[in-house]
């Protein structure tokens, strides 16, 4: 049935539910149409549900389809798979029913819906907001139609900016500005169900593929006005911002609305309702080297030691990890002859190749000994010839192509057959996707047991299921659109409180990826595995980050524009919920790259590291050609090396956010707008990113730009790179003009490599920055080193004298690095929380006592604190608990110091050391 919400104010209703309500209490309300013209409402509906779940959250269903289900009253609505369905909802604080000429008016908290009758129109108001906030209203009309199309009018503020909606690259191409206002988030053409991949054309040229991915989440924001709407179906959806009021035409028939004074509280409560991610391997925040696609463990470490093992060890890079593509398990990929290929394609068999990578279980140790952990590459299809084929066929397993049919076959006749003949893993199929953990993930992942009965014709070695274990730490999931489909298939599906059971392609395809990720996060907990789950994937829709993911971006094209156009889709994506998000670092279609680069690679790897959660060099590697991804072969050696050192040295800031994201659901990289949308200067602008609240970076994605433009928003930012270098930014906001992005560091600098390309990036005053200790030595994320030091377990807090009597604190969050114990809480987490203040012209900086506990978590450790002052500044006295330090007047004679000492960095720039301090104690630092 179709569907259109047009904007029009009349209603009343009939309730099916007591009006009463306590404290506290979720109300839920079914509004049939009653007196309505002959025929019925003028658009058709059934009917229009109500769950008041919060006094700032609406949930709503409407349908035109059936009469209401019983389950509404006794369940209330349905959710999908997209919802946290552990979210407790508080309940509305008041509620009242009213009715006046014809108009049924529900009050609960601080909204207030109005529902007439005759035409069944529902309008929605914030009375939480001065003056009331009309947040929208809708008509609903139905009509026959084939494809079960809906259609919702949206009000729209006067001067609106619209985010979120999920990952699409929007115009114009190339910049990381705008909203989504005035625009269009259009189905591919040729996919009529959601999700895709697709070739993206600028001005008939072709930029590569990009992503569409829909997270049916969106954001109106008129200065201090906001409301969001989460649009809770799981099937196509294509909105229209380009015309008044905005339109949204979908399938599915349920909805949220959530209103409150700001975007952090909106976030807030969407998080509230699609879940808080989980905490990432500690790995994931480091660097991944990647090609599409190394043959052979030998050809790994060929980057692999380069990167770590090169002839100046001043010149090694921390690497976390490294990525597999789709030869670690075989080859014989795009054949000509679809046949061959079917019979050969070792699609879907994720078995580690044993002419080409023999002995994964030693060779991934030793990556692990040069700091290295591993992430395999893996996809939905199996080919006809992969081991495990004909079992999956033989349980239905797979996606079939009716209910009594056998398994839909891809890649024949004229179709894509690049990777094979075969068919794809229905996750929606619950036992199946189980079965395909433990028969085929499993058997990778040190410590988990394979059942070798269960999993007979689907292991590499029957005789020895365990044979291929190794410290995989993520896996790559690819093609999950998915790519290839047949739109007549047949899925397991799922089925609606009220029985109503659900199984075509277009009931599934936009939760495909989400229950492909589920599926590996819950084999993990199934197995009792002691790590943490998380997948790389290049689509989803909203509640994918619930189960441990990061996305990418795609096959990204190699040009710095492309990079711009990507770091627009994360601003959108932060909303969503997405906090880690990376694109191919230097692009994926690197063969198609005209010049310069050097220069471009060194730019694009300078964004992602500040910006990339894992940040991962990547490209296609066609017949061992000569395009290189590291980055100590490509681009800048000592800027690269720069910019990967520096983000390293973030790492405990990046993970605490990490912990808050998953505590509070902050965002982790947020847009510049998201804490400052009063500011209009804020709004749309995408090419200024903040990390937590306190750092602010520009992107830097303008080729042969030596400098740009950045603007501050209200407050006093010191340059993170130049010390002492302050700027006080009114309530206007302050255009830092122009911003040199080039810097001169000689200490890092060689040869004719004199300066180093950077990011702009600002510091709030009165941040406090916990950070590890980062030199040639340092492994990776984890703190390993390459000798046997005390640095390994060093905090330095890097602390911003604040501009003003406040007190500003920041809790650094710490724990294994590597397993789910972060869960249990204290016992496996260990908090420190950090404070700074001004007292009679003394900077005072402490780290309290640590509180809770983790493996392995020092009971000493070093600390140390930059102190950066507004102002060149040399302190009469540095105490630290009250007792002098002694002054040194050289770096490597601080560094080296087994006493407390402290030393004059830079003119505004002073360091304190105190060795070996119990992390039990409070540890303060005065400089007077």
Same mark, same amino acid.
């Given at each position: 049935?179709?569907?259109?919400?047009?904007?029009?104010?009349?209603?009343? +209703?009939?309730?099916?539910?007591? /009006?009463?309500?306590?404290?506290?209490?979720?109300?839920?309300?079914?509004?049939?149409?009653?007196?309505?013209?002959?025929?019925?409402?003028?658009? &058709?509906?059934?009917?229009?549900?109500?769950?008041?779940?919060?006094?700032?959250?609406?949930?709503?269903?409407?349908?035109?389809?059936?009469?209401?289900?019983?389950?509404?009253?006794?369940?209330?609505?349905?959710?999908?798979?997209?919802?946290?369905?552990?979210?407790?909802?508080?309940?509305?604080?008041?509620?009242?029913?009213? =009715?006046?000429?014809?108009?049924?008016?529900?009050?609960?908290?601080?909204?207030?819906?109005? +529902?007439?009758?005759?035409?069944?129109?529902?309008?929605?108001?914030?009375? !939480?907001?001065?003056?009331?906030?009309?947040?929208?209203?809708?008509?609903?009309?139905?009509?026959?139609?084939?494809?079960?199309?809906?259609?919702?009018?949206?009000?729209?503020? /006067?001067?609106?900016?619209?985010?979120?909606?999920?990952?699409?690259?929007?115009?114009?191409?190339?910049?990381?500005?705008?909203?989504?206002?005035?625009?269009?988030?259009?189905?591919?053409?040729?996919?009529?169900?959601?999700?895709?991949?697709?070739?993206?054309?600028?001005?008939?040229?072709?930029?590569?593929?990009?992503?569409?991915?829909?997270?049916?989440?969106?954001?109106?924001?008129?200065?201090?006005?906001?409301?969001?709407?989460?649009?809770?179906?799981?099937?196509?959806?294509?909105?229209?911002?380009?015309?008044?009021?905005?339109?949204?035409?979908?399938?599915?028939?349920?909805?949220?609305?959530?209103?409150?004074?700001?975007?952090?509280?909106?976030?807030?409560?969407?998080?509230?309702? +699609?879940?808080?991610?989980?905490?990432?391997?500690?790995?994931?925040?480091?660097?991944?080297?990647?090609?599409?696609?190394?043959?052979?463990?030998?050809?790994?470490?060929?980057?692999?030691?380069?990167?770590?093992?090169?002839?100046?060890?001043?010149?090694?890079?921390?690497?976390?990890?490294?990525?597999?593509?789709?030869?670690?398990?075989?080859?014989?990929?795009?054949?000509?002859?679809?046949?061959?290929?079917?019979?050969?394609?070792?699609?879907?068999?994720?078995?580690?190749?044993?002419?080409?990578?023999?002995?994964?279980?030693?060779?991934?140790?030793?990556?692990?000994?040069?700091?290295?952990?591993?992430?395999?590459?893996?996809?939905?299809?199996?080919?006809?010839?992969?081991?495990?084929?004909?079992?999956?066929?033989?349980?239905?397993?797979?996606?079939?192509?009716?209910?009594?049919?056998?398994?839909?076959?891809?890649?024949?006749?004229?179709?894509?057959?690049?990777?094979?003949?075969?068919?794809? +893993?229905?996750?929606?199929?619950?036992?199946?996707?189980?079965?395909?953990?433990?028969?085929?993930?499993?058997?990778?992942?040190?410590?988990?047991?394979?059942?070798?009965?269960?999993?007979? !014709?689907?292991?590499? %070695?029957?005789?020895?299921?365990?044979?291929?274990?190794?410290?995989?730490?993520?896996?790559?999931?690819?093609?999950?659109?998915?790519?290839?489909?047949?739109?007549?298939?047949?899925?397991?599906?799922?089925?609606?409180?009220?029985? =109503?059971?659900?199984?075509?392609?277009?009931?599934?395809?936009?939760?495909?990826?989400?229950?492909?990720?589920?599926?590996?996060?819950?084999?993990?907990?199934?197995?009792?595995?002691?790590?943490?789950?998380?997948?790389?994937?290049?689509?989803?829709?909203?509640?994918?980050?619930?189960?441990?993911?990061?996305?990418?971006?795609?096959?990204?094209?190699?040009?710095?524009?492309?990079?711009?156009?990507?770091?627009?889709?994360?601003?959108?994506?932060?909303?969503?919920?997405? %906090?880690?998000?990376?694109?191919?670092?230097?692009?994926?279609?690197?063969?198609?790259?005209?010049?310069?680069?050097?220069?471009?690679?060194?730019?694009?790897?300078?964004?992602?590291?500040?910006?990339?959660?894992?940040?991962?060099?990547?490209?296609?590697?066609?017949?061992?050609?000569?395009?290189?991804?590291?980055?100590?072969?490509?681009?800048?050696?000592?800027?690269?090396?720069?910019?990967?050192?520096?983000?390293?040295?973030?790492?405990?800031?990046?993970?605490?956010?990490?912990?808050?994201?998953?505590?509070?659901?902050?965002?982790?990289?947020?847009?510049?707008?998201?804490?400052?949308?009063?500011?209009?200067?804020?709004?749309?602008?995408?090419?200024?990113?903040?990390?937590?609240?306190?750092?602010?970076?520009?992107?830097? !994605?303008?080729?042969?730009?030596?400098?740009?433009?950045?603007?501050?928003?209200?407050?006093?930012?010191?340059?993170?790179?130049?010390?002492?270098?302050?700027?006080?930014?009114?309530?206007? &906001?302050?255009?830092?003009?122009?911003?040199?992005?080039?810097?001169?560091?000689?200490?890092?600098?060689?040869?004719?490599?004199?300066?180093?390309?950077?990011?702009?990036?600002?510091?709030?005053?009165?941040?406090?920055?916990?950070?590890?200790?980062?030199?040639?030595?340092?492994?990776?994320?984890?703190?390993?080193?390459?000798?046997?030091?005390?640095?390994?377990?060093?905090?330095?807090?890097?602390?911003?004298?604040?501009?003003?009597?406040?007190?500003?604190?920041?809790?650094?969050?710490?724990?294994? &690095?590597?397993?789910?114990?972060?869960?249990?809480? %204290?016992?496996?987490?260990?908090?420190?929380?950090?404070?700074?203040?001004?007292?009679?012209?003394?900077?005072?900086?402490?780290?309290?006592?640590?509180?809770?506990?983790?493996?392995?978590?020092?009971?000493?450790?070093?600390?140390?604190?930059?102190?950066?002052?507004?102002?060149?500044?040399?302190?009469?006295?540095?105490?630290?608990?009250?007792?002098?330090?002694?002054?040194?007047?050289?770096?490597?004679?601080?560094? !080296?110091?087994?006493?407390?000492?402290?030393?004059?960095?830079?003119?505004?720039?002073?360091?304190?050391?105190?060795?070996?301090?119990?992390?039990?104690?409070?540890?303060?630092?005065?400089?007077?």
């Amino acid at each position: 049935m179709k569907v259109f919400l047009l904007l029009v104010l009349l209603l009343e +209703v009939l309730l099916l539910v007591d /009006a009463g309500v306590h404290a506290g209490e979720v109300k839920r309300v079914v509004v049939n149409p009653v007196n309505a013209p002959s025929g019925g409402p003028s658009g &058709g509906a059934r009917y229009v549900a109500f769950e008041f779940l919060e006094d700032n959250l609406l949930h709503v269903e409407v349908s035109g389809e059936r009469a209401p289900p019983a389950s509404l009253t006794s369940k209330g609505i349905y959710t999908t798979q997209m919802v946290d369905g552990l979210a407790a909802w508080n309940g509305v604080s008041s509620y009242s029913d009213t =009715t006046s000429n014809n108009i049924r008016t529900f009050t609960a908290g601080s909204l207030r819906v109005d +529902v007439n009758q005759a035409t069944l129109t529902v309008t929605v108001t914030d009375i !939480g907001q001065s003056p009331n906030l009309l947040l929208t209203t809708y008509l609903l009309v139905f009509e026959p139609s084939a494809d079960r199309e809906n259609g919702t009018v949206l009000e729209e503020f /006067a001067n609106v900016d619209v985010y979120g909606a999920g990952s699409h690259f929007k115009e114009p191409y190339g910049v990381a500005d705008g909203s989504w206002a005035g625009l269009q988030w259009r189905l591919v053409p040729g996919n009529p169900y959601g999700n895709a991949v697709f070739a993206l054309f600028e001005k008939n040229q072709w930029k590569g593929m990009s992503e569409m991915a829909s997270f049916p989440v969106v954001y109106f924001v008129d200065g201090a006005k906001n409301y969001a709407i989460f649009m809770d179906n799981v099937y196509r959806k294509e909105w229209y911002f380009d015309r008044q009021p905005f339109n949204c035409q979908m399938w599915g028939n349920t909805m949220r609305f959530f209103s409150g004074p700001d975007l952090p509280t909106l976030r807030t409560t969407y998080m509230k309702i +699609v879940g808080h991610p989980l905490v990432p391997p500690k790995r994931m925040l480091g660097m991944w080297q990647s090609i599409f696609g190394y043959r052979s463990f030998d050809h790994a470490f060929t980057d692999l030691n380069n990167l770590t093992q090169p002839s100046n060890t001043f010149e090694r890079f921390p690497v976390d990890g490294m990525g597999f593509d789709i030869y670690w398990f075989g080859g014989n990929f795009y054949q000509d002859d679809p046949i061959s290929t079917a019979e050969t394609s070792t699609m879907g068999s994720l078995h580690w190749d044993k002419d080409t990578f023999p002995d994964p279980g030693n060779q991934v140790y030793q990556m692990t000994q040069k700091g290295a952990a591993a992430m395999v590459i893996s996809e939905s299809y199996v080919s006809k010839g992969a081991n495990g084929y004909g079992v999956m066929a033989s349980k239905n397993y797979l996606v079939r192509d009716c209910a009594t049919c056998g398994p839909t076959i891809l890649g024949e006749g004229t179709e894509d057959h690049w990777w094979g003949v075969g068919g794809m +893993v229905d996750w929606s199929n619950q036992e199946g996707a189980d079965f395909w953990f433990d028969c085929k993930y499993c058997p990778l992942i040190a410590g988990c047991k394979v059942d070798g009965n269960r999993c007979s !014709g689907m292991l590499f %070695d029957q005789n020895n299921p365990q044979v291929q274990q190794s410290d995989i730490t993520a896996f790559w999931l690819d093609l999950g659109e998915p790519e290839m489909y047949h739109g007549y298939a047949y899925y397991s599906g799922y089925s609606e409180d009220d029985g =109503t059971e659900y199984h075509e392609h277009g009931d599934v395809c936009n939760i495909y990826q989400l229950l492909w990720t589920k599926s590996i996060h819950d084999g993990f907990l199934r197995n009792n595995i002691d790590k943490r789950p998380w997948t790389l994937s290049r689509t989803g829709t909203s509640g994918l980050h619930r189960y441990g993911a990061s996305m990418w971006s795609g096959d990204i094209w190699p040009e710095l524009e492309a990079m711009s156009s990507s770091l627009g889709i994360q601003k959108d994506l932060s909303m969503c919920g997405i %906090d880690y998000f990376g694109s191919d670092v230097g692009g994926f279609e690197r063969k198609f790259l005209e010049d310069n680069e050097d220069e471009k690679y060194t730019m694009w790897f300078a964004n992602s590291a500040w910006f990339d959660v894992p940040f991962r060099p990547h490209a296609w590697q066609p017949d061992f050609s000569d395009i290189e991804t590291a980055p100590s072969r490509v681009g800048r050696l000592t800027t690269n090396l720069f910019n990967s050192r520096n983000r390293y040295a973030l790492t405990p800031y990046y993970y605490s956010l990490a912990h808050r994201a998953n505590r509070y659901g902050e965002p982790v990289i947020p847009p510049l707008y998201y804490y400052y949308q009063k500011d209009s200067n804020t709004r749309g602008n995408g090419n200024v990113k903040m990390i937590g609240r306190d750092v602010l970076v520009g992107v830097s !994605g303008v080729e042969d730009q030596f400098e740009r433009k950045v603007y501050l928003p209200q407050g006093t930012w010191y340059d993170f790179y130049r010390d002492s270098t302050v700027y006080r930014a009114g309530a206007d &906001g302050f255009q830092v003009n122009p911003y040199m992005q080039y810097i001169n560091r000689p200490r890092y600098c060689s040869g004719t490599d004199t300066c180093l390309l950077v990011c702009p990036v600002f510091v709030r005053a009165g941040a406090l920055l916990p950070k590890m200790w980062v030199d040639e030595n340092t492994k990776n994320t984890l703190g390993e080193r390459w000798v046997n030091d005390q640095n390994s377990t060093t905090l330095i807090v890097r602390a911003y004298q604040p501009d003003g009597p406040q007190e500003n604190q920041f809790t650094v969050f710490e724990d294994d &690095g590597e397993t789910n114990r972060y869960l249990q809480g %204290d016992s496996a987490v260990q908090t420190t929380l950090l404070r700074s203040i001004m007292q009679s012209n003394m900077f005072n900086v402490t780290a309290e006592a640590s509180y809770g506990t983790y493996t392995n978590a020092p009971t000493k450790r070093d600390i140390i604190v930059e102190a950066v002052f507004l102002k060149p500044t040399t302190p009469g006295a540095v105490r630290f608990n009250n007792s002098p330090l002694m002054q040194v007047y050289d770096q490597d004679t601080f560094e !080296g110091a087994r006493n407390g000492v402290w030393y004059q960095a830079a003119p505004g720039e002073v360091w304190a050391k105190a060795p070996s301090v119990a992390s039990s104690l409070n540890r303060s630092f005065s400089f007077a």
